[in-house]
Structure formats: C-alpha cells, structure tokens
C-alpha cells in the first residue's frame, strides 16, 4: 500500500476517535507553528542545525546570565515571532473546542499562537515571549520592547529583562505542572502534534497518558510512537485539511 493511502485509512481512524471523544487534550510542539513561518528546533530545517553551541546551552539558565548579550542575540534572531499568526492547525483545534470537544491544549510553544487562534485553555509550559520582567524590581515589559532594544534589553532601574520563557536548568511553572497534569489525567484522548517529544520534563506528560488514545502526528518519528494508538508521520496541513 503506498503511504498516501496508508495515511488517509489513519486519517479515517483519527476522524473516528475525535468523533467518539467527549474530552480531548492536544499537546503540542514547534511542528504546529512552522507553517505560520516559524523554524522549530529539531526537524529537517530547524534552528539547531544554524547554531554552533547547542540549544540547550545557548537557551539556559547560565548562559543567559554570563552571556547575556549573545543570549539576546540568539534570542531576537529566532524567537521574534510577534508578527506570525496562526495556521491551519491552529484553528483546528479551536474549531474543536468551540464544539465543546476539547478540555485544553498543553503547549511547549512561546509563540503565543494558540491564544491568537482564540483557544482559552492554553497551558504554556514553557512560558511565552509576550511576558518579559526585570530580574531586579520585577517590572514588566512587552516584547516589542525586548526585541527592538540594541543589545541587552534593560529595565528603567538598570536590571536585566528576561523573557518569562522557561530556560534549560530552570523548573517548569508550579501552576502549569498542576494544571497539565489534570487535563493528562482527565483526558479520553491525548494528540501529540509537531513535537519531537526530546525534551524533558515536557514529554513525561504524554508517558502518564492513561486513557483511552493515544495519537501521534508528525512528520519525524518519536520515542513514543511505540505507545500510541495511531500515529501519522505527514505534514500536519495534509492532515488538517482532510479532517
Ligand atoms: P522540536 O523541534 O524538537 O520538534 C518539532 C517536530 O515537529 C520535529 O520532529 C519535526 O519533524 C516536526 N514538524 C515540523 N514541522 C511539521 C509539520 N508541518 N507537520 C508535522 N510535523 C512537523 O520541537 P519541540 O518538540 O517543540 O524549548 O521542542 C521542545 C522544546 O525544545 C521547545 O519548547 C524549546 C526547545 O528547547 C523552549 O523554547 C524553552
């Protein structure tokens, strides 16, 4: 069977479990923003491939204290994405929600998309772009400021802004770990979109699924795989538009 029509018997199967679903959770990745133009991390075009230090020392906690400046170099050059908006993806998951489907999405994104799709419950794990506060005073400060400033964005009192974005060596937010962790455990279905499911703690979430689906897509294979009820490896507008 060629993968195309393996692919539409999956889709056929995905449109029979959001069907039959009374409270879905999506839990999402970069993969759902690069087609708003926004490069993810880990897939065939994305920004790790551009960096000579690795992401995960370049977007962490210590580095953004001793190398604040090339941080904030980094940081304006791939996560400026105020003016993205949102997709296909996007949408589907808000057109679910407002028929009544879906209990919430858990995002690793900082890109805000989801709000701007108009889902109203967004559990950002990973913090956002659109909050940003000095580390002396706590005053805060929008993203069009941080990203327009020359060099190091810095308060009124002299601080340091830092962007409200969970760094590697720094714990989730408390009220994100609570509130993800109940719609996992109050979820008849659990879809995986556009995330390599690399990071951790992000992807023990989707370990502690213990409902009824388990469903997978994106276009690179994931360490879960193995444990979902069905798994689409396409592009996620392929998938969309057929729904
Ligand atoms: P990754 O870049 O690790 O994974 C994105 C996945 O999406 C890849 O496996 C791609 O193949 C897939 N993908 C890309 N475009 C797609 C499309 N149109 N349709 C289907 N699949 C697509 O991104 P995350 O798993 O989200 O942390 O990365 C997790 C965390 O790592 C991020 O939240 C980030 C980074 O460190 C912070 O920003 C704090």
Request: glycine content about 6%; aromatic content about 10%; proline content about 3%.
């Given at each position: 069977?060629?993968?195309?029509?393996?692919?539409?018997?999956?889709?056929?199967?995905?449109?029979?479990?959001?069907?039959?679903?009374?409270?879905?959770?999506?839990?999402?990745?970069?993969?759902?923003?690069?087609?708003?133009?926004?490069?993810?991390?880990?897939?065939?075009?994305?920004?790790?491939?551009?960096?000579?230090?690795?992401?995960?020392?370049?977007?962490?906690?210590?580095?953004?204290?001793?190398?604040?400046?090339?941080?904030?170099?980094?940081?304006?050059?791939?996560?400026?994405c105020i003016d993205k908006k949102p997709?296909?993806?996007?949408?589907?998951?808000?057109?679910?929600?407002?028929?009544?489907?879906?209990?919430?999405?858990?995002?690793?994104?900082?890109d805000g998309l989801h709000y701007?799709?108009?889902?109203?419950?967004?559990?950002?794990?990973?913090?956002?772009?659109?909050?940003?506060?000095?580390?002396?005073?706590?005053?805060?400060?929008?993203?069009?400021?941080?990203?327009?400033?020359?060099?190091?964005?810095?308060?009124?009192?002299?601080?340091?802004?830092?962007?409200?974005?969970?760094?590697?060596?720094?714990?989730?937010?408390?009220?994100?770990?609570?509130?993800?962790?109940?719609?996992?455990?109050?979820?008849?279905?659990?879809?995986?979109?556009?995330?390599?499911?690399?990071?951790?703690?992000?992807?023990?979430?989707?370990?502690?699924?213990?409902?009824?689906?388990?469903?997978?897509?994106?276009?690179?294979?994931?360490?879960?795989?193995?444990?979902?009820?069905?798994?689409?490896?396409?592009?996620?507008?392929?998938?969309?538009?057929?729904?």
């Amino acid at each position: 069977m060629s993968d195309n029509n393996e692919n539409m018997i999956k889709i056929e199967k995905l449109k029979e479990i959001i069907d039959k679903s009374k409270k879905i959770v999506f839990f999402t990745g970069a993969g759902v923003s690069t087609e708003s133009g926004i490069k993810d991390f880990r897939g065939k075009d994305g920004i790790s491939k551009y960096t000579d230090i690795p992401i995960e020392i370049l977007i962490s906690k210590s580095y953004f204290y001793k190398h604040t400046l090339e941080f904030y170099d980094y940081y304006k050059k791939c996560f400026n994405c105020i003016d993205k908006k949102p997709n296909i993806t996007h949408y589907f998951i808000k057109k679910l929600e407002d028929e009544g489907k879906v209990l919430g999405v858990i995002t690793q994104n900082v890109d805000g998309l989801h709000y701007k799709a108009g889902s109203t419950n967004v559990v950002e794990l990973h913090g956002t772009i659109y909050k940003n506060r000095c580390v002396d005073c706590g005053k805060e400060y929008t993203p069009q400021y941080v990203f327009n400033s020359e060099g190091i964005p810095k308060c009124t009192c002299g601080g340091i802004i830092k962007p409200d974005v969970v760094l590697y060596e720094e714990s989730l937010p408390e009220k994100a770990i609570y509130e993800a962790s109940k719609l996992v455990r109050d979820a008849d279905t659990l879809i995986v979109l556009g995330t390599s499911l690399q990071v951790m703690p992000a992807s023990s979430y989707v370990a502690s699924f213990n409902g009824d689906n388990l469903v997978i897509i994106n276009l690179d294979s994931t360490p879960f795989d193995q444990y979902a009820d069905l798994v689409i490896h396409d592009k996620l507008s392929n998938v969309m538009e057929k729904l």
